[in-house]
């Protein structure tokens, strides 16, 4: 379904030119639920902005369905790290999951209304419609941001990060319902994260990216059994096994002086 060929990144030109991504080859599958982690600075992000349109590749290409990406898919949706910036403060929380649907080009939903309305409850935010989002807590903001992505009937739904800014448990309930709406809508999810657990916990494969400029270093399917759950799945012994394995593959041979 997305292909990533050759893409190659640099940020300015001549010498002084910095180059984040070398060379990434990859595929994602429909309905695929796909992780991507790597050191600090690996260019996981600038790789999303690829992904999505919002940033040209220096080399190579990212296919969606055979296309070739040169700007935003109407197929895919974004949720961004910072909910606090992808949110309208004026608009109420109906608002701002209904605004994409009513100027969504290819998009467009015949009742934006009703399909808000599903997407919310589907993120447990049922009775909040009228809320603003500076009334809402933090994990309840970006919530609303899932449910706008849901809304918009996306095919594709890209995360950067989308748990960073919240406490651990409010992180927990937030992995557990991005797995329960996937299930729900059958969306194909890449997730960049920098948690080695939650790539593995959530994930069918998770892709390693290398020090800059970065080159997939491994890629790992991730055979746990689904349903996933906080409180079995991090206890097997197999979690444990392919999270070292992940934790091995973004540490370099001179980093690994220390214990897990």
């Known amino acids: 379904m997305l292909e990533v060929v050759g893409l190659g990144k640099s940020f300015g030109s001549g010498s002084s030119a910095t180059k984040a991504i070398e060379r990434l080859d990859f595929t994602v599958s ?13 260019g996981k992000t600038t790789l999303l902005k690829c992904m999505s349109g919002l940033l040209a590749p220096t080399t190579g290409e990212v296919r969606l369905n055979g296309a070739t990406v040169t700007g935003p898919p109407p197929e895919m949706a974004v949720v961004f790290q910072d909910y606090s910036r992808s949110l309208f403060p004026w608009f109420t929380v109906q608002r701002n999951v209904e605004l994409p649907l009513k100027h ?7 009742d934006p209304v009703s399909a808000a309305a599903e997407a919310l409850e589907a993120v447990g935010l049922k009775g909040f419609e009228k809320h603003f989002p500076w009334q809402l807590s933090g994990g309840m903001q970006q919530r609303v941001a899932i449910a706008r992505a849901l809304a918009y009937q996306s095919e594709v739904l890209l995360m950067d ?13 937030l992995e557990d319902l991005v797995l329960q709406v996937r299930e729900q809508f059958g969306v194909t ?7 080695i657990d939650e790539s593995v916990y959530m994930s069918d494969r998770v892709i390693v990216l290398s020090r800059p400029p970065s080159t997939v270093e491994q890629v790992l399917t991730i055979d746990l059994p689904w349903p996933r759950h906080q409180t079995t799945t991090k206890v097997l012994p197999e979690y444990a096994k ?6 091995e593959s973004i540490m370099q041979p001179g980093d690994r002086t220390g214990t897990i």
């Open 104 to 110: 969504g080009g290819k998009r467009m939903v015949a």
């Open 242 to 247: 392919l999270r070292t394995q992940v934790y």
């Open 189 to 195: 999810i890449i997730l960049v994260t920098h948690d």
């Open 30 to 42: 429909a309905g695929e639920f796909v992780g991507i982690v790597g050191p600090s600075g690996a």
């Open 161 to 173: 990060e989308p748990f960073a800014s919240v406490d651990a448990q409010t992180r927990a309930e």
